[in-house]
Nanobody
Framework: QVKLVESGGGLVQAGGSLRLTCAAS??????MGWFRQAPGKEREFVAI???????YIADSVKGRFTISRDNAKNTVYLQMNSLTPEDTAVYYC??????????????????WGKGTLVTVSS
């Protein structure tokens, strides 16, 4: 059974940092990444790592967020720095088996975690 389990969310003040972790089990993936969904908004792309060699970061978080991956642990991380209240959302880990199609489309991801809430206070 495939599972993606996120951890590391919580409450942080503006300007602070958090590190999210997503541990996968059941199989390995070509792409592993993060999406987020704020209240009343659509789920949006944050970052993705392709087999540890290529990464893409959304413009809205570029320079503040970093994605990394440990293939030996089947785990992907999201380091979030300089957080702002606009980063408040449920953050979801997502994984893809292949590389075809746009990586920013949530509909192209094959597996999802249940999400972890990040709240940034002003």
């Amino acid at each position: 059974q495939v599972k993606l389990v996120e951890s590391g969310g919580g409450l942080v003040q503006a300007g602070g940092s958090l590190r999210l972790t997503c541990a996968a089990s059941g199989r390995t993936f070509y792409g592993m990444g993060w999406f987020r969904q704020a209240p009343g908004k659509e789920r949006e792309f944050v970052a993705i790592n392709w087999s540890s060699s290529v990464t893409y970061i959304a413009d809205s978080v570029k320079g503040r967020f970093t994605i990394s991956r440990d293939n030996a642990k089947n785990t992907v991380y999201l380091q979030m720095n300089s957080l702002t209240p606009e980063d408040t959302a449920v953050y979801y880990c997502a994984a893809r088996l292949g590389s075809s199609g746009t990586y920013t489309d949530p509909g192209r991801m094959d597996y999802w975690g249940k999400g972890t809430l990040v709240t940034v206070s002003s």
